[in-house]
C-alpha cells in the first residue's frame, strides 16, 4: 500500500511536468487507451463476461469515473500538486454523504463531526475570500465530489461486478468521452513526451496492482488511510520539485481533510462497509 501511494504520487509529479505542453485530453486518452489494451485480454483470458451486470451503472460510473479524472488533472495543471492532491482526498467526505442519499446509509454523530472538520478544512485550505483561491481549486474540489460519487457506485456495483470489469467500463466510458477531444486537440509528441506518457501508463499500471495487491493482505480502512500518504509524497514532490510553498493556512486545511477521511475510513471497517479507493 506505501508503495502504492508513492507510485500514485509519481504519476502526479509526472502529470503535473507534462500538462502545459501535452494538455490533459492528450494525457487522460492514453491513460485510458493502455488500461482497456491491458484488460481486455485479462477479461478474455479470464472467461469473465465484458458485459458484466448493471450495466447503466457501470456506465454512469465510468461517467463520473472520467469526471473526477478530469478534473483532478486540470487541478494538479493549475494549482500546486499539494493542494489538488489534499482536495482530491476530500472524497471520502463527499461519499459518505452521497451513501446518505444513495443507499440510505445512517450517519452516525461522529461522522457527521468528522465531515463537519473536514468541510472546515476545505475552507481553510481554499480560503474564498482570498487571492490565492482559483478556478483551479475549484476543480480540485469537484474531482473529489466526483470521486466520492464514483465510490458509491463502486461499493453498489461490487456486490455483482469484479474490480477489473468495473475498471475496464472506466477506461471504455473515458476513452469514448475523450476521443473526439482527443483528435481536435491532438498535437503530436515528441520522443521525450511519448517517453513520459508510456511511463506514466506503465506506472498507473504498476500502482493500481499494488493497490489491489495491497488490500489482499490489509482491511479496507487501513489501506484507505496508508493510501493517504499520496498527499504527502505529493506534497514533498511540489516543494522540491516545483517550488510549492506550504503555507500554515494549507497545512491546517490538509491536516484537518486527510484526518476526517481517515476518520471515516476507520468507521466504515468498523460497520463492516468497505471503502473503495477512487482510482479503482
Known amino acids: 500500500m506505501i508503495l502504492s501511494a508513492f507510485f500514485f504520487a509519481i504519476t502526479d509529479i509526472i502529470i503535473k511536468f507534462i500538462s502545459p505542453s501535452l494538455g490533459v485530453i492528450q494525457i487522460a486518452f492514453v491513460r485510458f487507451l493502455i488500461g ?88 481553510i485550505l481554499i480560503n474564498p475570500s482570498s487571492h490565492i483561491y482559483t478556478i483551479g481549486h475549484m476543480f480540485g474540489l469537484l474531482a473529489g465530489c466526483f470521486a466520492g460519487f464514483t465510490v458509491v457506485l463502486i461499493r453498489k456495483l461490487r456486490k455483482t461486478n469484479g474490480p477489473l470489469i468495473i475498471y475496464f467500463y472506466f477506461c471504455i466510458v473515458g476513452g469514448i468521452i475523450s476521443s473526439p477531444f482527443f483528435i481536435i486537440k491532438f498535437k503530436l509528441p515528441d520522443l521525450e513526451q511519448s517517453s513520459l506518457l508510456i511511463f506514466l501508463a506503465v506506472i498507473f499500471l504498476i500502482a493500481q496492482i499494488l493497490m489491489n495487491q495491497g488490500f489482499k493482505f490489509c482491511k479496507a480502512s487501513e489501506g484507505g488511510v496508508i493510501l493517504m500518504s499520496e498527499v504527502v509524497y505529493a506534497g514533498i514532490a511540489g516543494v522540491v520539485v516545483f517550488d510549492d510553498t506550504l503555507s500554515l493556512n494549507f497545512l491546517a486545511g490538509a491536516c484537518l481533510i486527510v484526518g476526517s477521511g481517515a476518520g471515516l475510513n476507520l468507521i466504515a471497517h468498523k460497520n463492516n462497509i468497505s471503502i473503495p479507493m477512487a482510482n479503482m
Do not use: D, H
Open 36 to 123: 482497456a489494451l491491458i484488460l481486455w485480454p485479462m477479461l478474455k483470458s479470464s472467461g469473465q463476461s465484458l458485459i458484466g451486470n448493471s450495466n447503466r451503472v457501470l456506465l454512469l460510473r465510468g461517467f463520473t469515473g472520467t469526471l473526477a479524472f478530469f478534473c483532478l488533472l486540470k487541478a494538479i495543471a493549475m494549482i500546486p500538486l499539494s493542494n489538488a492532491m489534499v482536495l482530491f482526498y476530500t472524497f471520502p467526505l463527499f461519499a459518505t454523504f452521497f451513501a446518505f442519499f444513495l443507499l440510505k446509509e445512517r450517519f452516525k454523530r461522529l461522522e457527521i463531526m468528522l465531515t463537519l472538520v473536514g468541510m472546515i478544512g476545505i475552507y
